[in-house]
């Protein structure tokens, strides 16, 4: 089970700072053994990728700005979002995946599936 949680309330203001926490119940190891992805999807788009972190590597996505960073505490199974600099653009439902095996090229694609996935987050940026 993997439960999205806020560290802050889902609206925020232009420029703020956003926090959120991806933590994941009834694995052990699950954070530190499995790709995760954070996944956003802003009003009328489709899934985007943003970032992703595996082992102890990296990965996010050029087309994004960059201003959002990924951490995961493998301890507490928990996997972090932060974004600063938050704009209107920003403004979507952000959720944290997991898909076992996928190949690290693809890490950033979205897959036909995935074997964690959190219940989806709101977070709007407004003035």
């Known amino acids: 089970q993997v439960q999205l949680q806020d560290a802050v309330p889902g609206l925020v203001k232009p420029s703020q700072t956003l926090s959120l926490t991806c933590s994941v119940f009834?694995?052990?190891?699950?954070?530190?053994?499995?790709?995760w992805t954070w996944i956003r999807q802003s009003p009328g788009k489709g899934l985007k990728c943003m970032r992703a972190?595996?082992?102890?590597?990296?990965y996010y996505s050029s087309h994004l700005r960059g201003h959002t960073s990924i951490s995961r505490d493998n301890a507490k199974n928990t996997v972090y979002l932060q974004m600063n600099s938050l704009s209107p653009e920003d403004t979507a439902v952000y959720y944290c995946?997991?898909?076992?095996?996928?190949?690290?090229?693809?890490?950033?694609?979205?897959?036909?599936?995935?074997?964690?996935w959190g219940q989806g987050t709101q977070v709007t940026v407004s003035s």
């Open positions: 009834g694995g052990s190891n699950t954070t530190s053994c499995y790709p």
């Open positions: 972190i595996y082992s102890d590597s990296i």
């Open positions: 995946a997991a898909r076992f095996g996928v190949a690290l090229t693809d890490i950033l694609k979205i897959q036909s599936s995935y074997n964690y």
